[in-house]
């Protein structure tokens, strides 16, 4: 299926840029926001794709539950994906506890929510993004604090939605399915997801995974 | 009696626009010289063995065989395994060139003998660049095999 979703794209992708190369001087100021409208379109698309074809595949991957070090999985992505942007950002983090679960698929969730949270919080003049987690008896439940846009709870339901997305296209980017992914897979480990937030006040993004954790899809 | 390739391409695509884009960029920096595109792989045979609307020409061996898997009437395994199996056209490299990267296609078109397995990136950009690194590979790296004695 994914790539009868990309070969029509490539196709958009592929004449735009041609046009581009070849007869961007022959196009006026007018013919030239036009073509960059299409391949900004087309790029957008191609995200899109790739997103829908990750929500799938994690959505069918088997999984592979193993005794995860959560504090060697966060220093991992934060390494990874987020060490260029630290000078602006900093990322608290405290000792997280050994969990039993997909070790990939969560790496997934932190990666979502962290994203996230260093996004929204981009416009601050000190972002600063927290991690942690609290002992709730038969689960952990992790979260991912930002002090960033934060949003309004009258959304709370729509948020982990697929293609939902709260804010302006032009304001932050993104599909809309990034929070989907990440509320599949925490409930394949039989956990929940949850967000609290004030507008212009930061937001929280919680996961639970139970202690004793299976694959419950 | 030695022979020259006068085609250096056979395309067997099905989709026009995705033949364009390719014979565009097999064309960049010129090293090509003829291109065919057939888009269908019933002809693709036809033109391949000299038979059908092809019948009484003579044989006219591409230099290499790009390949797409999903073909009109007759699919792209069954042309691979037709020009592996045949003493004329067995020494032709085939190229598969397609946007599956299932792995069954993959390990199917192996043990048919494809000479190489290419999945086309989804951005036009890379996809350019490998259409050609693959034409440098198999048209100056790569020493290919003798025209097929007739």
Known sequence: ?217 | MYHKYEVDFLLIEDDHEEAELTIRSLKRNNLVNKIIHIDDGADALEFLFSEGRFEGQPKNHPRMVLLDLNLPRVGGLEILRRIKSHNDTCTIPVVVLTSSAEERDIIESYKLGVNSYIVKPVNFESFSKAIEEMKMYWMVLNQGPPYPKP
């Open chain 1, 1 to 217: 299926v994914s790539h009868d979703l990309r070969a029509p794209l490539r196709i958009v992708n592929g004449f735009a840029d041609i046009l581009a190369q070849d007869y961007r001087e022959q196009l006026d100021e007018e013919g030239r926001r036009l073509l960059d409208k299409i391949m900004n379109g087309a790029r957008r698309m191609g995200i899109l794709i790739d997103e829908l074809i990750g929500l799938a595949r994690f959505g069918r991957k088997e999984m592979v539950m193993q005794e995860t070090d959560m504090n060697l999985l966060v220093r991992g992505v934060i390494g990874e994906f987020f060490t260029t942007r630290s000078e602006q950002v900093s990322i608290k983090t405290t000792a997280l506890p050994t969990v039993f679960c997909d070790s990939g698929l969560i790496r997934q969730v932190w990666i979502n929510l962290l994203s996230n949270g260093l996004k929204y919080s981009s416009r601050q003049a000190q972002p600063v993004v927290e991690v942690g987690f609290e002992d709730a008896g038969m689960s952990y439940e992790f979260f991912v604090r930002d002090n960033g846009v934060g949003f309004d709870m009258a959304f709370k339901d729509k948020l982990f939605g697929v293609f939902q997305r709260l804010h302006k296209k032009n304001e932050f980017e993104g599909t809309g399915i990034g929070l989907a992914l990440v509320k599949s897979i925490v409930a394949r480990h039989g956990g929940a997801v949850r967000a609290e937030s004030e507008v212009g006040k930061g937001a929280t993004f919680y996961f639970s995974l139970p202690k004793t954790a299976k694959d419950v899809s």
